[in-house]
């Protein structure tokens, strides 16, 4: 069974930094894509970085490049999502989802493309 579990959020101040991890079993995660996507309450979820199977460059929305950093250790089936200079507008719970294997996402991050999720880890940023 295919599952994907994040960890790692929890109250941050803006300009600081936290680092989500996605830890993956019951499948190879280098076979899947795998996203990072986030949720505000009443507002619409959204990809926020996502990584081809097989690939080493990740795709970012542009609100967050050169902010968040995604990366895949294979060996760990882990995926992570370093987030520093943290904006309040970041503020969301952040999931992890994985897409059926072998997947072609084309450059983007949408959700259509995935297929299992994880249940969330909340950030917040604020002073």
């Known amino acids: 069974q295919v599952t994907v579990v994040e960890s790692g959020g929890g109250l941050v101040q803006p300009g600081g930094s936290v680092r989500l991890s996605c830890a993956g079993s019951g499948f190879s995660m280098d076979l899947y894509a795998i996203g990072w996507f986030r949720q505000a309450p009443g507002q619409e979820r959204e990809g926020v970085s996502c990584?081809?199977?097989?690939?080493?460059?990740?795709n970012y929305i542009a609100s967050v490049k050169g902010r968040f950093t995604m990366s895949r250790d294979n060996a760990k089936n882990t995926a992570y999502l370093q987030m520093s200079s943290l904006k309040p507008e970041d503020t969301a719970v952040y999931y992890c989802?994985?897409?059926?294997?072998?997947?072609?996402?084309?450059?983007?991050?949408?959700?259509?493309?995935?297929?299992?999720w994880g249940q969330g880890t909340q950030v917040t940023v604020s002073s």
């Open positions: 990584i081809e199977f097989g690939a080493s460059n990740p």
């Open positions: 989802a994985a897409s059926l294997p072998l997947t072609t996402i084309h450059d983007r991050c949408d959700i259509k493309d995935y297929v299992y």
